[in-house]
């Protein structure tokens, strides 16, 4: 019988209790299972999590059951690296995970372990470039599917949920339901044949669109000189693989720098790339206003974003926050009787400093997660836009391929009607994240709202480049739309 190899065997489980934050968790585990039928790489192995409530007569958690509720689906992958599974417990960072409040909470939590960049196969050749990383979560959710019968949770209530890169993954399966495009890919692994959408997609500051993601960081830091960051530091793991140092806090180190000539050079000639980009989109506000940009970047567009913004201002002060003793903010946000009034874009975006010399993504010198995302099976690292492959100073030019770049980037498949969108997205990107422009996110969201999604986004106060902050909030939103 076909894929057999992919079936859930539900008797072959641990029962483990695990106390953190003053809270006790008891829950099933079936772990290490195979999602393909031929993996390329030992990552590729999901991992299910019940809570032991469900087994117990008429065991419910929150009005859920063992059939009906939802399937909570983390990914882990962050800087585009390899994903591992999550188990209820300490992230990387070492706090609390989601995937231990989601069972708390009473979600079933299937986490599959992905491949990203820097994996190799068993012949040493690359095997986690793009489109590795969605590829293996869509087979993932086809075995959640394969299997619906045997397992717990509601199969067609799959919410996804990711940060950063992860976030980007999480907008990918949300955009690119059943598409054809990944076909050869799942069928390449032996993923089980059937559909791979999701109901809802959580996305936390999702680092994609990333074939304009250099331009919108132009179009909005432009002008801005100096770049501020943290950096990883070299302990016992491959340098920029830190996740992969289990459980360890991985050392950091600040760099603050001002960008060359060549790096304003280059961002004099993206910033102007943006409204041309922005413009093709044909985008609307809610009450159907046209969103239009001038060449020069200016326009309706800023004052938009700026709305989010002043929401997230009052929803801080109403939570008792004193926002505007907090430095810097006076010299950007108004305030009035209480409520956010006005916010100055270019003021907000200078509090918020920049991050990444220009190109932020695509290097003109390579050496970015990105550049080594879009790698080949043995090529390292490549460009992955006409700018930075004409512009380049790496020594070794080479672009990936069109179809390759489009696999990663939902915005191509929202107006495609042969990708099922997840009818359910939240996006959130904190109101002084930095990794990429705040356009990234709001494009996704108008765009999935045009394309008649439920879409939601938020740029939460105070919040920096981040995920699974508001575990409450996200789970209040699940229960909202799954109880419907
Ligand atoms: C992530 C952050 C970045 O700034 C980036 O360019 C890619 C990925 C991340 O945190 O996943």
Known sequence: MQQTALRFDPETYEVRTLERDGKTLVYRAFEHIPYVQYPVHPIQKLSVYVPETFYEDGGSVN????????????????????????????????????????????????????????????????????????????????????NKDLLPG?????????????????SLLACTGNHPDYEPYLTALGAAKGRDDVFGASCYCPITNLDHADMAYEWEFHGIPDYHRMEFVQENGPKDHPNLLFGKPPKMRRVDAVMTDEMERCSDLLAPMFPTYFNSLGLHTE?????????????????????????????????????????????????????????????????????????????????????????SADQRERHFTEFSMEHDTSGHPALADAEQIRL?????????????????????????????????SEILYLSLRAAGVDADIAHPWGIPHAGDYDLPELFAWIDQIVKE
């Open 287 to 375: 009450d159907g206003t046209a969103l239009s940009m001038n060449p020069d970047g200016s326009g309706n567009f800023t004052d938009y974003i700026l709305t989010h913004v002043l929401t997230a201002a009052d929803k801080a002060m109403a939570e008792g926050k004193n926002i505007m003793e907090e430095p810097g903010v006076s010299d950007w946000l108004t305030v009035e009787n209480g409520k956010a009034k006005a916010a100055d874009w270019k003021k907000y975006v200078a509090f918020r400093t920049r991050m990444k010399p220009a190109p932020a993504f695509d290097d003109i010198r390579m050496g970015t997660a990105e550049t080594e995302l879009f790698g």
């Open 63 to 146: 009005g859920y059951t063992l059939h009906t509720a939802p399937i909570f689906f983390p990914n882990t992958v962050g800087g585009y690296m390899p994903g591992p599974e999550e188990a209820p417990g300490p992230d990387f960072m070492g706090r609390t995970n989601a995937s231990f409040y989601a069972l708390l909470h009473g979600y079933v939590v299937v986490s599959a372990g992905v491949r990203g960049r820097g994996c190799r196969d068993a012949n040493s050749h690359n095997c986690g470039m793009a489109p590795a990383d969605i590829v293996d979560l869509k087979a993932a959710v086809r075995w959640i599917r394969h």
């Open 154 to 170: 509601n199969a067609e209530r799959i919410i996804s949920n990711g940060t950063s890169a992860g976030g980007a993954m999480s």
């Open 408 to 440: 990663m980037n939902p915005m191509y498949y929202i107006k495609d009607a042969r990708a099922d969108k997840a009818p359910h997205v939240r996006i959130r990107h904190g109101a002084v994240d930095r990794d990429t422009s705040l356009a990234i």
